[in-house]
């Protein structure tokens, strides 16, 4: 097994996101961390701000994307950046915290919007080496 960590995943036109960790909670944290990577430099976002989130669904798939629409509605929403999540799987669903602060445009220089997760490469299971990988490309 590995330490946690996200990465970008190469594709024609849009980005794909991979989280890929000791447990599957790491995993999907580690793939916001590579969604929010996506939009700005993760370096740039101080985790200043916490905002919960519950999400309910009873397939590890389902669920993942379950997680990224919900964090993009609340980045939406209260027009905020997340840089740092604690993820908690619990039945039927996950309880998270994400942190993050307020889109600065000057200080983040925001490169894309990420508009929603999609089904295309979605994948959530254990890698050969025993870690767990949360993936799916997201539409930009």
């Not at 993820?87 to 445009?105: K, M």
């Amino acid at each position: 097994m590995t330490r946690g960590h996200w990465e970008h995943i190469s594709h024609p036109s849009d980005i794909g996101i991979r989280g890929v960790a000791p447990t599957k909670e790491e995993a999907f944290a580690q793939a916001a961390m590579a969604l929010t990577a996506v939009i700005t430099d993760l370096e740039k976002v101080e985790p200043t701000q916490a905002v919960d989130v519950v999400c309910k669904e009873d397939d590890d798939e389902m669920l993942f994307m379950v997680w990224l629409s919900s964090l993009l509605y609340e980045m939406d929403a209260r027009n905020m950046l997340f840089s740092r999540f604690e993820v908690e799987l619990v039945e039927g669903g996950l309880t998270a915290r994400a942190w993050g602060e307020p889109v600065d445009v000057a200080k983040h220089e925001p490169a894309v919007e990420v508009k929603a997760a999609t089904y295309a490469g979605l994948e959530v299971g254990r890698d050969n080496e025993g870690n767990w990988v949360a993936q799916c490309i997201v539409d930009v």
